[in-house]
């Protein structure tokens, strides 16, 4: 399949995703939706992938749904399209599709990151930014509410004041303050942006993939666990490593002092 809304390729381990709109800021369309989901079922497939870096062609990561797609368009009859079904069947399934990848996952905010584009970004497993980049809950300005997983990721990682007056108020966030934050991981000065994100997604190509999804996988599931529960799942994920070929080559490379040669399995 070619694509027409995004840029896909795989180099040395790393799916490198962009959404390429970048007249219309990188905003989502169902043409776009559809060539992500063939992408992300590559990833899957292709085991030389070892990590996922998403980002956006030109000065936007992406401003959300297109507001001029035909899927937000009116009925025949004149009457406003049912936008919940949009959610789920393009927003709702590309973020359980992000968070059950089976690499990690990193979002190269370049630009701006608007309505659903601000929350596929904090879908992400890692979220680093471009100090010139922001981070704007658009919907309130529309009448909507943040979707895409925006009401469960913004209140869990700035706590609730803070995520109540983004979405409320709909002010844009400069990367830096996102950071500070704890939004996002990191923001980057812009001339050095691309080469932090190329070593990042270096780094975790380079390690044992299994435990880096785990480790997202677990910390998920804590909150819905009491400690006694997330003890015993935390225990079932190391019994599952503690079998594979990554962990018994990272003890023996500590014990023969050597670089550790992960493959992933
Ligand atoms: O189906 C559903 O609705 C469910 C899912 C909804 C999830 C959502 O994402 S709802 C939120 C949708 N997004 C927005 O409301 C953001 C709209 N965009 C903006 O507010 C601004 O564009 C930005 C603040 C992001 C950037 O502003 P600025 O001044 O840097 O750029 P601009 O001039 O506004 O935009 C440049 C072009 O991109 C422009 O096109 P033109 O006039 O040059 O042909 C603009 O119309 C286009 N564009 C930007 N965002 C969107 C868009 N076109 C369609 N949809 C957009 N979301």
């Known amino acids: 399949m070619t694509f027409k809304n995004i840029l896909f390729e795989i180099t040395e381990g790393v799916a490198r995703l962009t959404l390429n709109r970048p007249d219309k800021l990188n ?39 297109d507001l001029a797609d035909p899927d937000m368009a009116r009925t025949p009859s004149g009457g406003m399209p049912d936008i919940g079904n949009v959610v789920e069947k393009n927003y709702k399934p590309l973020v359980l599709r992000l968070q059950n990848l089976r690499v990690p996952t990193i979002a190269a905010v370049n630009g701006i990151a608007a309505g659903a584009g601000a929350s596929v970004a904090l879908a992400c497993d890692l979220v680093v930014a471009s100090k010139s980049a922001s981070f704007l809950q658009a919907f309130s300005k529309i009448g909507l509410v943040p979707d895409t997983g925006g009401t469960w990721f913004l209140p869990q990682r700035v706590g609730m004041a803070r995520a109540m007056g983004l979405a409320l108020l709909a002010d844009k966030l400069p990367a830096e303050k996102a950071a500070e934050w704890g939004l996002i991981w990191a923001a980057y000065d812009d001339a050095e942006f691309a080469a932090k994100v190329d070593a990042m997604a270096g780094q975790l190509a380079s390690m044992p993939t299994k435990a880096l999804v785990r480790t997202r996988q677990a910390m998920h599931a804590a909150a819905g666990h009491t400690l006694e529960q997330q003890l015993s799942f935390e225990g079932g994920f190391m019994r599952e490593l503690g079998w594979s070929p990554d962990y018994a080559e990272g003890v023996a490379a500590f014990m023969e002092k050597r670089a550790p040669k992960f493959t992933g399995e």
């Open 27 to 65: 905003s989502f369309t169902g043409e776009m939706h559809a060539e992500l989901r063939d992408a992300l079922d590559r990833i899957q497939e292709d085991k030389s992938v070892r990590v996922l870096v998403l980002t956006g062609a030109g000065r936007a990561f992406c401003a959300g749904q």
